[in-house]
């Protein structure tokens, strides 16, 4: 999906002369035709995250719109002061693009493991967040952002999986009814799938829109289920979880709402791949029916 939104940059850049791309050493083989076609809106700050956030505020004194590409955890948690600072509370549009969600960077250990990047970034007032889990949604995002007129969270997570019925901030999936709801977002939508394609009676809801959410308009999907299980890569006390504990309270809803998250700490066991974390947490397909089976959410089958 970083193609298909890197694409939509460049395409954006050839009529709109306000965008002004940024990178932080990332991207090579990708945004080398950015640089080409617009080498006096492109700079590479470097290995330099806290410069590349203060470059695009400034950038946006000087009246561009900037986006500001590189991996998410650097971008977020390097440089939160810098996004508090001079992003938010100027409410200056800067469109922050952090590629790799979760365990996509699986091998590298902890450090480049993102269980709390957006839900560090949540708690900064007036920022948009997005996390497309589909091709379909990923290609739209950007203008979906540009129109927002915020200061933006793009999380960006591998592969390009094709949900054409999920390309909205929020698709309700429906499942052959009577069955729990898998809520989640992002490259684990795909297990969620798969799941339901094991168990029919399962509906999904994927947001690719993540923070704010709009307690209102979702509470229709959360009370037509007795029971809701948050599937995320996040940890729950600060992700989609904490979200909707918050939605559940302020809309009276009386479903019983569980989670299946990594657990609230960093795990110093390395893996190949995000799968290898996936099955560890319960995360894939079979680890969410698992958690489906199990004392609390039993009932529901």
């Not at 302020?250 to 960093?266: F, T």
């Amino acid at each position: 999906m970083r193609g298909i939104i890197i694409d939509a940059v460049r395409a954006r850049m050839e009529v709109d002369n306000s965008l002004f791309f940024l990178t932080g050493d990332m991207g090579i083989n990708l945004i080398e035709p950015i640089e080409r076609a617009f080498p006096d809106r492109f700079l590479n700050v470097g290995i330099a995250e806290q410069n590349l956030v203060g470059v695009a505020a400034g950038l946006c004194n000087a009246g561009f719109r900037p986006v500001a590409y590189t991996i998410g955890n650097f971008l977020i948690q390097r440089c939160l002061e810098q996004i508090r600072d001079d992003v938010v509370l100027h409410d200056y549009p800067v469109v922050l693009l952090g590629t790799s969600t979760g365990f996509d960077n699986a091998p590298l250990g902890p450090t480049h493991h993102m269980m709390d990047d957006w839900g560090t970034l949540r708690c900064l007032p007036g920022v948009d967040i997005y996390a497309p889990a589909s091709a379909e949604f990923a290609s739209t995002v950007l203008d979906r952002v540009l129109a927002g007129k915020r200061p933006a969270y793009i999380r960006v997570g591998k592969g390009k999986p094709s949900l054409p019925t999920a390309n909205g901030d929020v698709a309700y999936l429906p499942g052959t009814g009577g069955g729990p709801l898998l809520v989640t977002y992002g490259p684990l939508t795909v297990e969620c799938l798969k799941a339901q394609a094991e168990r029919p009676d399962l509906s999904v809801l994927v947001l690719n829109r993540i923070h704010p959410l709009d307690g209102a308009a979702l509470t229709s999907y959360l009370k037509a289920h007795s029971h809701i299980l948050v599937v995320e890569d996040q940890f729950a006390h600060c992700g989609l979880y904490a979200s909707l504990c918050q939605i559940f309270v302020e809309e009276g809803i009386r479903s019983a709402l569980h989670s299946a998250a990594p657990p609230p700490e960093y795990t110093l066991t390395v893996g190949q791949s995000p799968a290898f974390y996936f099955r560890r947490f319960k995360l894939d397909a079979a680890g969410i029916l698992s958690r489906l089976a199990e004392p609390d959410l039993c009932e529901a089958v």
